[in-house]
């Protein structure tokens, strides 16, 4: 079993940034797939990015050139850096870890959400 705990949301105006952690209690955490999702009021929970095992990346569209995903294999941990915030940014991010790529988002391991507030 994988428990995936999420940090590091807050309130942040537009503009400003924020890095989200998640610390994964997995000491096979180097072979996992992880990503970040979030889930707006209202809305379907949707894809942030994701990072592969061995290091591959990939962004949703309306976060490119903003967020960045990365991940230290040492620390169990996988990041996700916000910068530039935007109002629809706010939701609740998740952590997401699984063994296969077409695992993620669907399946696999979840932490339990931290809020992000994008805000004035």
């Known amino acids: 079993q994988v428990q995936l705990v999420e940090s590091g949301g807050g309130l942040v105006q537009p503009g400003g940034s924020l890095r989200l952690s998640c610390a994964a209690s997995?000491?096979?955490?180097?072979?996992?797939?992880t990503g970040w999702y979030r889930q707006a009021p209202g809305k379907q929970r949707e894809l942030v990015a994701t990072?592969?095992?061995?290091?591959?990346?990939n962004y949703a569209d309306s976060v490119k050139g903003r967020f960045t995903i990365s991940r230290d294999n040492a620390k169990n941990t996988v990041y996700l850096q916000m910068n530039s915030l935007k109002s629809e940014d706010t939701a609740v991010y998740y952590c997401?870890?699984?063994?296969?790529?077409?695992?993620?988002?669907?399946?696999?391991?979840w932490g339990q959400g931290t809020q992000v507030t994008v805000s004035s």
């Open positions: 990072i592969t095992s061995a290091g591959n990346t």
């Open positions: 997995a000491t096979i955490f180097s072979i996992l797939h």
């Open positions: 997401n870890a699984a063994l296969l790529t077409n695992q993620l988002g669907r399946s696999g391991y």
